[in-house]
């Protein structure tokens, strides 16, 4: 094998070679020493593929040739570069223990997601970071993201991350996926209130304060854009056409839907209309008791009705929810469980307060005991 021969193959062409038996053991374990004048990018590719053979001397050969006679700048090139074979550039993932050089392989589109899958179940700790960082691929490929949570060491930072991407990207996706599907059954099951089930009188307070915000309300009536959409446009595509006082109807007489959207409203005329529907259920009673993101008056209007107040599992999500004020909420600890009491006085996502009271009624109650 003269020089003007080899500088005529490329690493495809030679590991064709080398798998067909054409070259003599003496003459690949020359090559698995770097002693071939090939160009360094034929060189890396050959030396990757006997780095894993079943010869342990070839394999130790090559391997110690990539570390120690090949520059990592020309390792972290071919890493990086696109228009190489995805199998070569696997095989490299596969033998490196340059953490720069698996960086590149990592962010190279040619590098297949099974192969960083692969990786990410043994990575170490420098490289787990790179691989969870990577939110494109593994929004391609969410397999990659449960390999790394299967790697034995990965680290507790890169867990949290990963815990993270998958709750961001995947599992919430699933909920507001299920929750838009039971809404839209919920809706088609239950039509909203007529005027002659649901009388406005419970609700003329309410529609007396609105009339304020109707100088600034859209033009565009509800019942104008109902005809026009022909259902096909979401409810809250509606909502920006129309006015405050169609709104506080909407949530005294909408279905499930309708109540579950306009509780979150800032207006608390609008939110308190949701809390007056007459069918609002106690299982949304007490999903809204457990909401941060809905107005004081809402979590108040549900702390001063005495029906909901008799459900203890309304009263226990009140107490366990830092938005609700603490005149609402203090009153009701006496009358919990000494499981709960022991659970909201550990609590550090409630009030200062509201933990220091529970603490305190959870004593009395166990001298008592």
């Not at 099974?114 to 787990?128: F, G, K, M, P, S």
């Not at 022909?230 to 006015?243: G, P, V, Y």
Request: hydrophobic share 45%; with cysteine; glycine share 4%.
């Amino acid at each position: 094998m003269t020089a003007t021969t080899t500088g005529e193959l490329t690493a495809s062409a030679l590991i064709g070679l080398i798998e067909s038996g054409t070259y003599p053991r003496e003459i690949v374990t020359t090559i698995a020493r770097g002693f071939l004048p090939l160009p360094q990018e034929d060189l890396i590719g050959v030396l990757a593929y006997l780095a894993l053979q079943s010869d342990e001397e070839l394999a130790g050969f090559a391997r110690a040739s990539l570390e120690s006679e090949v520059p990592t700048r020309a390792l972290f090139e071919y890493a990086s570069n696109e228009r190489n074979a995805a199998d070569h550039l696997a095989r490299l993932l596969l033998v490196t223990r340059n953490n720069l050089v698996l960086e590149a392989l990592i962010r190279n589109k040619t590098v297949s997601d099974t192969a960083i899958a692969d990786l990410a179940r043994r990575a170490d700790a420098h490289v787990q970071e790179v691989v969870v960082i990577n939110q494109a691929r593994i929004l391609r490929a969410p397999e990659i993201l449960e390999a790394l949570l299967e790697n034995p060491a990965l680290s507790p930072d890169v867990r949290r991350r990963a815990l993270e991407t998958k709750e961001e990207f995947f599992e919430k996706k699933a909920r507001l996926q299920q929750i838009e599907e039971e809404a839209a059954a919920a809706a088609a099951e239950e039509p909203p209130l007529t005027e002659d089930e649901a009388p406005l009188d419970a609700i003329a307070d309410l529609l007396e304060k609105a009339a304020v915000f109707e100088e600034t309300a859209p033009t565009v009536q509800l019942a104008e854009l109902e005809k026009q959409d022909d259902r096909k446009a979401a409810l809250w595509a509606r909502l920006n056409f129309m006015t405050v006082a169609e709104k506080v109807q909407l949530a005294f007489r909408g279905d499930k839907t309708a109540r579950m959207l306009l509780v979150r409203e800032r207006n608390k005329l609008i939110c308190s209309g949701v809390m007056r529907n007459p069918r609002i259920s106690e299982t949304e009673v007490e999903q809204i008791a457990g909401m941060r993101n809905v107005e004081d008056e809402v979590l108040r209007l549900i702390g001063m009705r005495r029906d909901w107040m008799s459900k203890y599992n309304i009263m226990l999500t009140l107490c366990r929810n830092p938005k609700v004020p603490l005149g609402v909420v203090l009153p009701l600890i006496n009358r919990l469980t000494l499981r709960d009491l022991k659970g909201l006085k550990d609590d550090r996502g409630v009030q200062n307060a509201v933990r220091e009271m529970a603490r305190k009624t959870y004593l009395m109650k166990t001298q008592k005991n």
